[in-house]
């Protein structure tokens, strides 16, 4: 019997073993790139659910990028399968469900990381300061890196694409500065940064 045609009694089968199963890690975020065979004129006929490992339904977000390549993007919270069910006018498309396996984190590959830089030491107010992430020893795509600065002002965060972490904040003080993989600390995390004028 071939995916979706019907079964014994009318029932819809499908044999999961010819559908592939990507692989995720608990809370880390989910980017999902997908060629649905659908282009712009017809997205507003299409939709998303993410069905969790409990069978819990829940709209998905179904981002239009070009083409007909779509992006879904979801945070999975706990281990198990993971459906991304689409449909076309109500009617699941070809290719649907798309499964996903999350898995949990591994608290050893936060040991990996190292993080130096200056920007670990010592600050200046309203100045980009800088450290960089060393994420080379863990697998790539297994994870997901969170930095959090914390003190007498707000920070601006960004990343730029060599691993560099860069942070402004506008007044002085003691900040502490959070690097976390898949939700646990790095070595030496927190850092204790004095930042001044």
């Known amino acids: 019997m071939k995916n979706g045609e019907n079964g014994e009694n009318g029932q819809t089968r499908q044999k999961k073993s010819q559908i ?16 649905l065979g659908y282009d712009e004129r017809e997205r507003h006929n299409l939709s998303s659910q993410l069905v969790n490992p409990r069978g819990q339904p829940a ?62 030491v010592s600050g200046l107010v309203d100045v980009e300061n800088r450290f960089t992430i060393d994420t080379s020893r ?15 002002s707000k920070a601006s965060i960004s990343f730029t694409p060599n691993d560099e972490c860069v942070y402004q904040v506008s007044k002085d003080g003691k900040y502490y500065v959070t690097i976390k993989y898949n939700g646990e600390h790095i070595p030496f995390s927190p850092f204790t940064v004095y930042v001044t004028k």
């Open 20 to 35: 592939k199963t990507s692989t995720a890690t608990v809370g880390t975020p989910v980017n999902l790139k997908l060629n």
């Open 59 to 120: 709209h998905l977000d179904l981002k239009f990028l070009q083409n007909d390549l779509y992006l879904v993007q979801f945070n999975p919270s706990e281990i198990g399968e993971y459906q991304v069910v689409i449909k076309n006018n109500g009617t699941e498309i070809t290719g649907s469900p798309f499964l996903l396996r999350a898995e949990a984190p591994d608290p050893e590959l936060a040991k990996k990381l190292s993080a130096t830089g200056a920007g670990l």
């Open 138 to 152: 863990v697998p790539a795509g297994g994870g997901n890196v969170a930095v959090d600065v914390r003190g007498p």
